[in-house]
């Protein structure tokens, strides 16, 4: 570790501003990355075996867990076939110095609300193929997404998470036993859920008012203003776009952003079917 | 390493509270003017003259009539008339000598614990620097827990008061400054009375330092003799380090702590006299045994009997 | 009273009724052999890295078989006690995911995490050199995202935290391994899982300091006797021995692979 | 009041005190302050029990017996299957402000959660000594559940172990009602006080003896000084067989692996004995509430 | 290269003596961190000429440093977050050369602006809000601020933006100027040093 390291790092920590925008005159981020490149993302399936499903996702340092349990309830009065789906984000003072410990900040507030909206507005899943017993029992999804390290884009991981956790979901075989009021579950886990799409996001932060940067780390979140996400499905079709923050984002911006989220979900979509497959082996 | 369990006892009834000599004393409200201490409770009427001047602990409704306002033991200075309470905290007067323990150090000021309402404050220019007669500079200003750091125990005078109440204290003399070699106790404030002296040394060989505050420092005596002009003694005012201490010594302290807290306990004033009788009383009894219960009531019932003599 | 800061779920929801089949579970086979083919005295072979929190001044990640534990280390950093300290100031919290254990955890911290922090805290303090670092605070994070015993847990997760604190370049005097072991029967099982614990009649926690030989925590539940008390903390402090190699491997080879 | 400071000169003097047996308070090592006992003092508890050390911490116990119902646990059949014939224990301790300022406002959260978690794990579980199965009344359904609240009124050290005495103490004079189960599985309490009965197994309770390493030695009962001299803190959860109920370390600080089979060995034998005078008392104890019975009682503190 | 962890046993205490990231316990020196091990003769002159014996030091150097803390003598930088008439709130954000992961608050007294003239020190002509400034910690100060002091010549402000918002350069040691409107605004100035050169 020579000198000049540190007070490159000491340039970093006092003018955060002025250190990314000499990398990105020259075209290169602070990571090394091109301005439209992701970082280098995994996905483990399946790796908790208390829950349902389970996933991990790793955008470069960015980690997340998701694990789904499946409990049992009596469904909404107005609609007695509906199960529900529960989802919820932690921030964790483990992954990033910025939380604190306590009640959900507001950070994690709003990534689960929009997860939540996302589930609901691109129905993902039809919630009526989680009864069990028509106006008795129906399953209740916890989605719980734990984040371990928040290293920026922690709401793609999230996401990705959700929906990966969601395919590997495996429920047991239910009855309702009317006289004793009581849900019986066999042991072996074996019906998988029908998702009716797989959406998953690409994000975007737009530094000084023109550098895209994808795939935005920590450090670029903490200084960039604007955030554009675009979630699409597998026909390309766009389920949600938010823009967050800064003022406003030119159209040529936005159109770029798509055709790179188009990109981004033929290479998430071929992560996750090569680690589907390689869990089927086993 | 045998546990000793007891029943509580009962407290003694009025009726037959028994005086040293054995007999029983009828102790009706009427015959309790008879004695010098009259202990009153809040709202009890002390005096109806209207020639009393109102003091502390006391009140006046509108028939002039003088009533306690708190629980405690009916003083008369003159015409002046006050009520020492018999369970409070302390309230500092100037000139009092008092045992403190540091809570916080900050800007040019410590905050003491004196066992009264408020923390007591000692001034960095009202303490004994080390060296030659100085002036404070910024160095000091920056080292303050060289001097004094946070739980230190010292002893101080006060020198005056704040506005809110709060006391400022003083240790510019070498009979203050930090407590070494020895053991804290906390005892009713009110039983500690103000004397000519109050550091002892008992014919035990031990000091003892009765703080006004309620907080009673036993100790061994220190074998240094200070010179206030000595470079050396300066620096060591406020030293950390014990001397040795021997079995023996130690014993003595043990039990003249003991002592102290079975007076406390027994209610009755803390002087160095008092102390002496006790600890006499106390050499039948191995030191901790004096921590029983029974032993206590015969070592305060001696005590009281030497008093009386 | 709803948690408007979370996504509501139904109001009650339990766990269904798994139907078993009837077999019943055999903790040892006539070869004093456990069902998952250790002996007696093995405890579970461990997984441990550091480094995975990048955010983190310190990290690591310990996995036993199923149990596996993240753990956080933030600090040296300015503490928010108000008191001038001339020590530092160790914190320690423990959390269970929601989804690690067989039963769902509410996502508030319940009393039994309280406790646990506070036991990982007593086990860490002492080797963690605390006098140079004044008007500091230590915050150590831990996750569990799988729970596969709890007495297991807590010693990996002391383990885990130990072994990020010296990640994170703080002084400490030794570091702390920790290992369990349960009583099920009059014999002792080291470090049961989920299943086995179920069926103690008593179990034993140890963390320990092997350089300096001096035990930083020990929490024993159970009826036992005295002497099997001592052979269980014998073998706990030679458990204690071996966790340490691989946790000292875990630190240096990182550094012996970069050089 | 500043209670949590010491200086380093009272800390040497302790230290040193330990050193030579000989304590500040004139006590050995292993000497245990006098414990001033009361039984049966509230009467709307079931059980009850007061113990003050001569000078210092002082623990109210009441213990009260109501039916709850049987928690069932889905995840594991055959664990199921044993504790759907047990009743329960539930313990809370709390301390309270007025023993100490420390203890003001948020003060005492963390060590009431700490002593409430340690009294629960040793009382409920089968060290705990009562017998969890005759507190079931009908299985999978009704059972007995027992409260044991301790409530620490007065604070001068060694707190635990005050509790777990004060708590054997108690539980020696609860007395649990009598049940019948009706036809339609309605359970029906008794109403004649001569048939309740003690929890069986109360002579199992176990009792804490916590030792404190100062220095290089450690001692039993110490005072609020002494404990803030305390390196680390080892209690001993013991029974009347000599068996070891419980072990934890307490504080921070770590004790030497030969140093920790000396105390457990302390604590055992220390705790056996005081488990034998306790017991005496107890019974003495029971005469003298009949003699008080006859008598009106007043003042629920006044006794010195 | 002999690579340690924290609590291994490096050599008899009459061997060496402890240097940093090592401890002494009973006959014995451990390491206290996760390090190389180095050991050294210290270069002891003595005023007087006479030859003293030297023990060798044995250390461990950190392969992790551990985030920084501030400590009496370190040389700090970081931003003023908060001004009041007697003193400036600085957030310390790096020590010496190593940033720190999270900041730490420390104060200027007025008093420790400059070495002369300290009472006609106004702080409002000396920093303003989210100058970057280099002091040097003087005293561990109260509970929640070290003290910091800038009163030499290469302390004080290295970092300024104006009133127009642009960066300043400094004129003279209490005189900066903004690069934009050549407005000229008060600060105690640290003599100019090529921090970030670098960089640039």
């Known amino acids: ?282 | 390493m045998n546990v000793q369990f007891l029943f509580p006892k009962p407290p003694p009834s009025i009726e037959e509270v028994k005086d040293a000599d054995g007999d029983i004393d009828m102790l009706l409200k009427s015959q309790r003017q008879k004695f010098e201490t009259k202990v009153v409770t809040p709202g009890e009427v002390i005096a109806k003259d209207t020639q009393y001047m109102r003091g502390h602990g006391t009140y006046l409704d509108e028939n002039e009539t003088h009533l306690a306002s708190v629980a405690g033991v009916v003083e008369r200075v003159n015409k002046l008339i006050t009520v020492r309470p018999l369970n409070t905290r302390y309230t500092g007067n100037i000139g009092d000598l008092v045992i403190g323990r540091i809570t916080e150090v900050s800007n040019k000021r410590w905050k003491v614990d004196i066992n009264s309402r408020q923390d007591a404050v000692l001034l960095l220019s009202a303490i004994h620097l080390p060296g030659v007669q100085r002036r404070k500079t910024e160095a000091d200003e920056l080292q303050m827990r060289k001097f004094y750091s946070e739980g230190d125990l010292l002893v101080a005078e006060i020198q005056g008061s704040f506005q809110d109440g709060s006391s400022s204290l003083h240790t510019r003399s070498l009979k203050y400054g930090k407590l070494r070699n020895g053991s804290f106790l906390i005892v009713p404030p009110t039983l500690v009375q103000r004397t000519k002296s109050h550091f002892h040394r008992l014919d035990c060989g031990v000091d003892v330092t009765l703080g006004l505050n309620g907080y009673v420092w036993v100790s061994k005596p220190s074998s240094r003799v200070l010179n206030e002009m000595s470079e050396d003694d300066s620096e060591y005012i406020y030293s950390n380090e014990n001397e040795p201490i021997g079995k023996d010594a130690r014993e003595a302290i043990a039990r003249v702590c003991n002592c102290i807290n079975a007076l406390s306990k027994s209610y009755m004033s803390i002087t160095d006299t008092t102390i002496s009788y006790a600890y006499e009383a106390s050499l039948n009894f191995s030191v901790k045994e004096i921590l029983k219960l029974e032993s206590i009531e015969l070592i305060a019932n001696q005590t009281k009997q030497r008093l009386k003599a | 009273m709803a948690d408007r800061r979370r996504i509501q779920g139904p109001e009650v929801s339990v766990a269904p009724i798994i139907l078993k089949s009837p077999n019943k579970i055999q903790l040892l086979d006539e070869n004093l052999c456990r069902r998952n083919g250790r002996n007696l005295e093995d405890i579970r072979s461990i997984y441990l890295k550091t480094g995975l929190i990048s955010q983190a001044n310190g990290s690591a990640f310990i996995e036993l078989s199923k149990t596996k534990i993240v753990c956080g280390v933030y600090g040296p950093r300015q503490t928010k006690i108000p008191a001038f300290s001339g020590k530092g100031n160790l914190n320690c919290e423990i959390k269970f995911a929601p989804f690690s254990c067989p039963k769902r955890r509410p996502p508030y911290r319940d009393s039994q995490e309280k406790e646990l922090s506070q036991l990982i805290y007593e086990a860490l303090t002492p080797s963690i050199r605390l006098d140079l670092l004044p008007k500091s605070t230590i915050d150590i994070y831990i996750t569990i995202l799988e729970n596969d015993g709890t007495a297991s847990c807590l010693a990996a997760a002391i383990t885990c935290a130990s072994v990020a604190v010296a990640d994170a370049g703080i002084e400490m005097l030794d570091l702390v391994p920790a290992c369990s072991a349960s009583y099920i029967n009059g014999q002792i099982f080291m470090d049961s899982d989920l299943i086995e614990e179920k069926r103690e009649s008593g179990s034993l926690v140890l963390s320990y300091m092997p350089s300096l030989k001096e035990i930083t925590h020990i929490l024993q539940s159970g009826e036992v006797e005295l002497n099997l008390t001592s052979q269980a903390i014998e073998q706990c402090t030679d458990s204690c021995s071996k966790i340490y190699s691989i946790m000292i491997d875990s630190l240096l080879l990182p550094i012996q692979n970069m050089k | 009041m500043s209670s949590s400071l010491i200086s380093p000169s009272e800390l040497d003097y302790i230290i040193r005190g330990v050193d030579d047996n000989l304590r500040a308070d004139g006590r050995g090592r292993l000497d245990y302050r006098e414990v001033i006992l009361e039984t049966g003092l509230i009467f709307q508890a079931n059980g009850s029990a007061r113990c003050r050390l001569s000078k210092g911490t002082d623990v109210l116990v009441g213990v009260k017996v109501e039916i709850g119902s049987i928690e069932i646990d889905g995840t594991d059949e055959e664990v199921a299957a044993v504790k759907a014939k047990r009743g329960r224990v539930v313990c809370n301790v709390e301390c309270s402000p007025i023993a100490s300022q420390q203890f003001a406002g948020r003060g005492a959260d963390d060590i009431n959660n700490e002593l409430t978690q340690l009294v629960d794990r040793v009382l409920n579980g089968p060290q705990g000594g009562l017998n969890l199965e005759k507190l079931c009344i009908i299985p999978g359904e009704e059972c007995w559940v027992v409260y044991i609240d301790a409530l620490v009124l007065d604070y001068g050290g060694n707190i635990l172990d005050l509790i777990f005495m004060t708590i054997r103490a108690a539980l020696y004079n609860t007395r649990v009602p009598k049940t019948v189960i009706e036809e339609d599985k309605e359970v029906e309490i008794s109403d004649d006080v001569e048939e309740w009965e003690r929890i069986e197994g109360w002579e199992l309770v176990p009792i804490s003896i916590t030792l404190n390493k100062i220095g290089t030695r450690h001692i039993v009962d110490a005072t609020v000084l002494e404990e803030l001299a305390t390196k680390a803190k080892l209690s001993v959860m013991v029974n009347k067989n000599g068996k070891i109920c419980g072990i934890q370390k307490i504080g921070g600080g770590s004790i030497e692996h030969g140093l920790l089979n000396e105390m457990m060995q302390t604590g055992r034998s220390i705790g056996q004995n005081l488990i034998l005078n306790l017991d005496k008392m107890l019974q003495k104890e029971d005469e003298i509430n009949a003699e008080r019975a006859k008598n009106d009682k007043i003042g629920f503190f006044a006794a010195a | 290269m002999r690579y340690v962890t924290p609590g291994t046993r490096l050599c008899f205490a009459s061997e060496y003596e402890a240097g940093p990231g090592t401890y002494e316990r009973e006959e014995y020196i451990y390491s206290s961190v996760v390090g190389i091990v180095q050991e050294f003769i210290p270069t002891v002159s003595t005023n007087t000429g006479e030859e003293k014996k030297q023990s060798k030091i044995i250390t461990v150097s950190k392969e992790k440093h551990q985030s920084s803390i501030p400590d009496v003598g370190n040389i700090i930088t970081g931003k003023v977050i908060r001004m009041t008439t007697r003193e400036a709130v600085v957030s310390i954000m790096v020590v010496g050369n190593i940033p720190c992961k999270d900041d730490y608050q420390g104060i200027i007294r007025s008093q420790d602006v400059r070495a002369t003239e300290k009472d006609k020190v106004k702080i409002i002509e000396s920093y303003r809000l989210g100058d970057i400034v280099k002091a040097e910690v003087i005293s561990l100060g109260d509970a929640r601020s070290y003290y910091l002091s800038t009163a030499k010549n290469e302390y004080g402000v290295i970092y300024a933006q104006s009133v127009a918002g642009a960066m300043m350069v400094p004129i003279s040691w209490q005189n900066m100027q903004c690069t934009k409107t050549k407005a000229v605004e008060l600060r105690k100035c640290a003599k100019p040093e090529d921090l970030f050169s670098k960089n640039q």
Request: net charge negative; proline share 5%; aromatic share 6%.
């Open chain 1, 1 to 282: 570790m020579s000198t000049q390291t540190y007070e490159a790092e000491t340039f970093r920590k006092l003018q955060p501003q002025e250190y990314l925008r000499k990398f990105l005159l020259k075209e290169v981020r602070p990571d090394g990355r091109e301005l439209k490149q992701f970082r280098q993302t995994t996905v483990n399936l399946g790796c908790i075996s208390t829950t349902n499903g389970s996933s991990l996702v790793r955008i470069g340092n960015t980690t997340v867990v998701c694990g789904i349990k499946a409990e049992v309830s009596v469904p909404k009065q107005t609609s007695t076939k509906e199960g529900y789906l529960v989802p919820n984000v932690e921030l964790s003072p483990m992954c990033s110095p910025k939380f604190k410990p306590g009640p959900p900040s507001e950070h994690a507030q709003v990534l689960s609300e929009n997860i939540n909206r996302l589930l609901k507005s691109a129905s993902i899943l039809d919630l009526n193929t989680l009864c069990i017993h028509e106006g008795s029992a129906v399953w209740v999804l916890y989605a719980d997404i734990v984040c371990v390290n928040y290293d920026g884009n922690v709401f793609d991981a999230c996401v990705i998470g959700l929906i990966t956790a969601l395919s590997n979901v495996k429920l047991p075989k239910a009855t309702f036993a009317e006289e004793e009021g009581l849900v019986k579950a066999t042991e072996e886990l074996l019906i998988p859920l029908n998702l009716s799409r797989l959406p998953y996001p690409a994000t975007f932060s737009i530094f000084d008012g023109q550098y895209l940067l994808v795939d935005p780390t920590e450090v670029e979140e903490s200084v960039a203003h604007e955030v554009i996400t675009i979630i699409c499905d597998e026909a390309g079709q766009i389920c949600t776009v938010w823009k967050v923050g800064g003022i406003s984002c030119t159209p040529k911006h936005l159109e770029k952003c798509i055709s790179i989220a188009r990109e981004r979900y033929i290479e998430i979509a071929a992560i996750v079917e090569n680690e589907e497959k390689s869990n089927n082996l086993i």
